[in-house]
């Protein structure tokens, strides 16, 4: 049997013609993913707000304006009440409650009760102002310290316009993964960042496969000019890149589908992210080397012997 | 190259026989294996709260509470002294930051600073004028926060060993925290119930001259205080609060023992002093016959019986509105003895059984169908290449766990999600070295050649690629708290594993293969 390809062996598509139109598409959603960012907001849940979340069970369907009703007359503020993947499954989400981490304890105790023998509590959660700030400031310098620790890494690695653009195709693909959690108003909780984060260590894997290979090219083939070295670098690696997204994504379409509720926002982030992290790698960062102006460097104890064409 | 050495051979397939070895535990019944060894197999993977089961909360020890009932008695000490001098002074309501005591004449101050400075160690006297302000410094500070935190720790744990539930974890966290882990609890309120409370009950007489109200309206009498009522009784009775005496008449401290019991059919809770408590108690019952005896848990009056008769072996029961949960928890919670503080409960995560079972099936299911999956999609793409890396996928998963378990590193949801995650990516190493060999191949090396020169290319940027993500999942682990904790660390074992499966465990396949069969042409 002849296995498949998913990308014909003598692939050549000219990336570098079309780099202005993904210039122009990358940066309106960069831009729209900010904009909405600092007007919209994400939909931070309970672990960086503060907040209680109650996930119960009931007898048959739930009778979700009964609890709210029910809920509702107990006078905590805002509660949402939503059906959580199964009829009879509910998730319940208080917001913060005025006062300190007692006020909170108190609005849990009252809705434990008010909710009474019929229904099975399957999961609570409480978090008190104090973690709420603690978590928040926690996830931003992790996202922060990973970033620059990548970078520092590719900067050793490769010339400096390699982790230029390979950070920029990183902030890239974290923007607008923050910006899809924006639109879809999907809850913005500690699994969630760790999954933009885990999207910021697949983004960069990929561009750095295809880097590995432009520097390889460039030692190579010393005549060729630097765009077609890049198309040519892009397009030789592009089998693998869309081969090894596939296999993730076949792996997060199964947990995506079959792995509960509970992590269904993790994954939607996940697979959202390594979507454009493929994207970004072929299309934004290796682009980004021509204006960053990449020149041949030629070291001279390594003229000859890495030359091997 | 692509021969192997034997020894070589040898340590691949070894690590793969430990890992199977180490992994085993996990299919079979645990306690199949004896696990008095740690280094044997037989240890299964520690399943996380989200999946067993149970509470997770965090509590913060409030240490100012306990540093300004220092500063109490650290200024009634000094005023003591002054006293013994006859130097009139007043003192000011201590804080948590120090003890601070205003010298009547400017002539006494001097004096009076030099006594407080020899008052007790490790104190810093400082303020201005006619004002003495005694703070403790930085080393004894500190020393006194360590003792309320680990008195404190030993108090939850006498509580959470109540329960009765199976390997509770406490742990102190940063400077006055602590994680309460109790797994496969049923009901996290009344954990919460046991913890949110300080347990601090003293015995005092109620004030005989006046009532609460008539204080309330004509001042207090010196040397007493009101004080809530918390008994339903009481409330029933139209009684809503106590003027007692301040004295302790006999603390909690002196209670050796306390059971919950029946008397009259209702639940009451008895207790037991120790041979100083019940002879003060006995002295002052023996005394005050006909006084009301205020029972005070945490600055609430639980029970105020009159004292009828004086009451010598040092046995009492406490009566009041309780449930029989109520009494229950009571008892348990003299019998553990006071916090040294008030706790607060910051965060609370708590996961059903039922949930906890779910999401591992859930889990499973996930995972067995990505691998299933992953594991077709690759022999359609690579052929017999494909079925190599997915022998090293596998002998991959097998690594996953088997390293797991001897770390007793901790399964959580969202590290199941990390397997899963790691089962579409571990392929990714055997995706580079396979589509350089199509490229070498088609470049026009030779088999051997080929297969060789994708091995060598591929090396440098697998690592590349691999050590960035190693870096996201090493300050996920390092930032997260539990679950996410769980994400980092089976993507970081994934990813570490993954490079020994699928560069050296398919490399010895592919290199067996070819010195068996010595194929003339290569299917990829």
Known sequence: ?309 | MLYFTKWKATLVLLVCALGVIYAAPNFLPSGTFPTEASYLPGKQVSLGLDLRGGSHMLLEVDTDSVLRERYDALADTIRTELRKEQIRNRPREATSNGAEITVLKPADVEKAREIARTAEPNTDVGGEGNSIFVSYNELARKELIDRAIAQSLEVVRRRVDELGTTEPSIQRQGENRMVVQVPGLDDPSRLRAILGRTAKMNFHLVNATKTAADARATGLPPGTMILPSADAGDRAAGIREYLIDRRVVVSGDNLVDSQPTFSDGRPVVSFRFDAAGGARFGDVTSKSAGRGLAIVLDGEVISAPRINEPILGGNGIITGQFSVQEANDLSLLLRAGALPAPMQILEERSVGPGLGQDSVAAGEIAAVLGLVFVIAFMVISYGRFGVYADIALMMNLILVLAVMSVLQATLTLPGIAGIVLTVGMAVDANVLIFERIREERSNGRTIINAIDAGYRSAMSTILDANITTLIAALVLFSFGSGPIKGFAVTLAIGIITSMFSAIWLTRLLIATWVKRSRPTELVI
């Open chain 1, 1 to 309: 049997m002849k296995p498949l390809h998913l990308i014909p062996d003598d692939v050549n598509v000219p990336f570098l013609k079309f780099r202005k139109i993904f210039y122009i598409v990358s940066l309106v959603m960069v831009l729209a993913s900010v904009g909405m960012f600092v007007t919209k907001g994400l939909n931070f849940g309970i672990d960086f707000r503060g907040g209680i979340l109650v996930e119960i069970k009931t007898n048959g369907p739930a009778n979700i304006g009964g609890l709210r009703d029910n809920l509702g007359s107990l006078g905590l503020g805002d509660i949402s009440i939503q059906e959580f993947g199964e009829p009879d499954d509910v998730l319940i989400q208080l917001q913060r409650q005025d006062g300190d981490e007692k006020a909170q304890m108190e609005a849990l105790a009252q809705v434990t009760a008010a909710l009474g023998d019929d229904v099975t509590i399957r999961r609570s959660e409480l978090v008190g102002p104090k973690v709420g700030g603690e978590l928040k400031e926690a996830g931003f310098y992790s996202v922060v310290i990973s970033l620059l620790l990548i970078m520092i890494y590719i900067w050793f690695r490769f010339e400096w316009q390699f982790a230029v653009a390979s950070v920029v195709a990183l902030l890239h693909d974290v923007l607008i993964t923050i910006g899809f959690f924006v639109i879809t108003g999907v809850q913005f909780d500690l699994a969630t960042l760790a999954a933009v984060l885990t999207v910021a260590g697949y983004s960069i894997n990929d561009t750095v496969v295809v880097f590995d290979r432009i520097r390889e090219y460039l030692r190579k083939f010393r005549k060729m000019e630097i765009p077609d070295l890049l198309d040519l670098s892009i397009n030789s690696t592009l089998s693998r890149t869309t081969m090894t997204s596939f296999t993730t994504l076949l792996a997060l379409m199964a947990l995506f589908a079959f792995g509960g509720e509970a992590i269904r926002g993790f994954t939607m982030a996940l697979i959202f992210g390594i979507v454009i992290g493929t994207y970004s790698s072929i299309c934004v960062a290796s682009p980004l080397l021509v204006v960053l102006r990449l020149k041949r460097k030629i070291p001279e104890a390594e003229e000859g012997t890495e030359v091997k064409a």
